[in-house]
């Protein structure tokens, strides 16, 4: 029996054996990066577009652990600079190595205009290389621009139907300033032990908050306020964010509309959790998450049906 996983590299022109494992291998490591994420890919988007989606998100994954991982920022550099060396020349040759770059190569060759997201990615990534926090609300804000935004659309650009990419860029700048500063704000524990802090520093001082009362888990009525402020920050630009879903076509629209609703239902924990957060992360209730799957995948599959 034909499996749905194999449906959807049949149905995304993935036909060559090496290629399929490839793949493949990029499914396995992608649904154990983010869970809810790769469910809804694989649930709620047409089978052509989600063997693509994967390639993406892998690409993006590989490239930011050759960012983050390998010692020091000496040997990070050279690292990355050795990976954009074998994309660019992977892309421009149509011939690769290595099994995440083949897949890009196949998703681009199937969707040309995602040659310019990866471009843009390329140029972007070495950002995170100097990643030492962010003095003012405004750096914070460059690097959405300058890293988080251009990562964003190496998926984004698979679900743009073209119509407004004005309008579909703005949204999609939305969404990703909300889910960055929830990331920022979720993962603080997490961030805090390996000697990462990615709130502001004038933010911190405009709370009275120090490095310290955050490091040490300090239930404090300023450290509060500023958890608070800043998930509701996210919430704003995760609530904007919504309209991407009508600037996307009508298979696409379940997909992003559980993707935006899981980043809000994910702040809404977060706030719950106030303080602890700084102890561990927060996770959307299973009962509330599960509610927009059913809901999003009987829309899907009525849109599906339709574009027959």
Not at 3 to 19: C, E, F
Not at 40 to 54: F, K, S, Y
Not at 180 to 197: C, I, K, P
Not at 236 to 252: E, I, Q, S
């Amino acid at each position: 029996m034909t499996s749905t996983w194999d449906k959807a590299l049949d149905a995304a022109g993935v036909h060559d054996r090496r290629l399929r494992d490839d793949f493949t291998q990029q499914r396995d490591l992608v649904s154990r990066y983010r869970r809810h994420a790769y469910a809804a890919v694989r649930l709620l988007l047409p089978r052509a577009t989600v063997p693509h989606v994967i390639a993406m998100t892998a690409f993006m994954h590989h490239t930011d652990n050759t960012l983050d991982n390998g010692g020091t920022r000496t040997e990070r550099t050279s690292a990355y600079a050795v990976w954009e060396r074998d994309v660019r020349e992977a892309l421009a040759g149509g011939r690769a190595d290595h099994p995440v770059i083949r897949s890009v190569i196949h998703t681009v060759a199937a969707h040309p205009g995602l040659a310019g997201a990866v471009e843009d990615f390329l140029k972007a990534a070495p950002a995170d290389l100097d990643f030492d926090g962010f003095a003012t609300e405004g750096a914070y804000q460059d690097y959405v621009d300058a890293y988080s935004l251009p990562a964003f659309m190496l998926v984004a650009g698979l679900l743009d139907p073209g119509t407004d990419p004005v309008a579909y860029r703005a949204a999609c700048r939305s969404y990703i300033d909300g889910s960055q500063r929830l990331d920022f704000v979720n993962d603080l524990a997490v961030d805090l032990e390996g000697g990462r802090l990615a709130l502001p520093r004038a933010t911190l001082e405009e709370h009275g908050v120090s490095r310290g009362d955050l490091e040490s888990a300090r239930e404090t009525p300023a450290v509060r306020a500023l958890l608070a402020g800043q998930l509701r920050r996210a919430r704003h630009d995760l609530l904007d964010a919504r309209r991407l879903a009508g600037l996307t076509a009508p298979v696409d629209r379940p997909f992003v509309r559980a993707m935006v609703e899981l980043e809000v239902l994910t702040t809404d924990a977060a706030a719950a959790k106030g303080c602890g957060l700084l102890r561990g992360s927060a996770r959307p209730a299973a009962g509330a998450a599960l509610r927009v799957f059913l809901r999003e995948y009987g829309r899907a599959r009525t849109a599906r049906r339709r574009a027959l």
